[in-house]
């Protein structure tokens, strides 16, 4: 768990003092998905698509305002002085990557409300008219959509480097010591994203959009896996011992079955195959993208915990 304290009037969190639970993999699954949505939402807005009024970027706003409570949810109860965690915003320490986070976060739900405003929900809007003209005005100025897709990008891609930063920036853990852990937990943010709008989408041209999209998050998701393995591999014994726990260790086959194959692989193909036209479109990749996702940040954060300096 991780524990709060109030030394020199800011908390601080050591993640290295308590074994993480489920809730950190879960929190860290959420802030990328959200973080991909919101990138997303911005490429629509920039590219005309919300001219369509099926268009999935009046969707997703509202998905991912929930989505990212769910994920703050997760990350409150795994936190050791629950009654403190305000402290967080009492400061701004720039060493410690959770006070950056805490921040992010923080501008994360202005950028996904200002999204919401563009496209109401129905029950809203016939509650409050009024809403529902601001709506339509907001949307027939160019200005104020550039503006929120810009920011919506902006904030969306440092909450996805944050969720990878988080780990890297923890010395204690050889597995997490890399600098490619916030670039593979962004590109595997706006993967998992893909996936899901790729199943909420309901124009098919927009399917369509997605599965390519996704089909590119995959592949350079792959790539950065790679790497990473290398970079360890190539580094210290101790590097090398904890690209072990993965490759053929005790997260070997989680990591291999879970995250490559049936996260990464076969929804690949399967995709591409969807997209060449030589099967339909089918939910079953996108279910299989998100559950890889899931499952690498379980696996990189179980895994690292169990990497150590001392050879014991």
């Given amino acids: 768990m991780i524990e709060l304290t109030t030394t020199r009037a800011n908390p601080m969190i050591d ?3 308590h074994v993480w639970g489920w809730e950190i993999p879960v929190y860290l699954f959420l802030g990328g998905l959200v973080a991909g949505m919101m990138i997303l939402v911005g490429y629509l ?3 005309g698509r919300h001219q369509n ?3 999935a970027c009046f969707v997703i706003p509202g998905l991912g305002l929930l989505l990212l409570t769910l994920g703050m949810g997760a990350l409150f109860l795994d936190l050791e002085h629950k009654p403190y965690f305000w402290r967080l915003y009492a400061t701004f320490e720039p060493a410690s990557p959770m006070s950056w986070g805490a921040w992010i976060l923080l501008l994360v739900y202005p950028a996904l409300l200002a999204a919401l405003l563009l496209r109401l929900p129905a ?3 016939r509650r409050f008219p009024g809403l529902a003209e601001l709506s339509d005005r907001l949307l027939g100025e160019p200005i104020w959509l550039r503006a929120v897709g810009a920011a919506n990008v902006a904030v969306g891609s440092l909450l996805g480097l944050y969720t990878g930063v988080l780990l890297s920036a923890l010395g ?3 597995l997490w010591s890399s600098a490619l852990l916030g670039p593979l937990f962004l590109v595997s943010g706006l993967s998992t994203a893909a996936a899901l709008v790729h199943m909420l989408a ?6 369509v959009l997605f599965a390519r999209a996704d089909n590119v998050f995959l592949g ?3 790539l950065l896996l790679a790497l990473f393995l290398v970079g360890l591999l190539s580094a210290t014994e101790v590097h090398a011992r904890a690209a072990h726990l993965l490759l053929d260790g ?3 086959a989680l990591f291999w079955v879970g995250v490559v194959a049936l996260g990464i692989v076969i929804p690949l193909g399967v995709q591409i195959a969807a997209v060449r036209h030589k099967i339909q479109h089918t939910p079953v990749a996108p279910l299989l993208v998100l559950a890889g996702g899931l499952a690498l940040r379980f696996v990189l954060v179980a895994a690292g915990q169990a990497s150590h300096w001392s050879p014991l």
């Fill in 15 to 17: 993640p290295t003092m």
């Fill in 45 to 47: 807005y920039f590219s």
């Fill in 53 to 55: 009024r099926d268009c």
């Fill in 123 to 125: 029950p809203i809007t």
């Fill in 172 to 174: 204690a853990r050889p």
């Fill in 202 to 207: 309901r124009h098919p041209e927009e399917r």
């Fill in 220 to 222: 350079t998701e792959l």
């Fill in 250 to 252: 005790a997260w070997g």
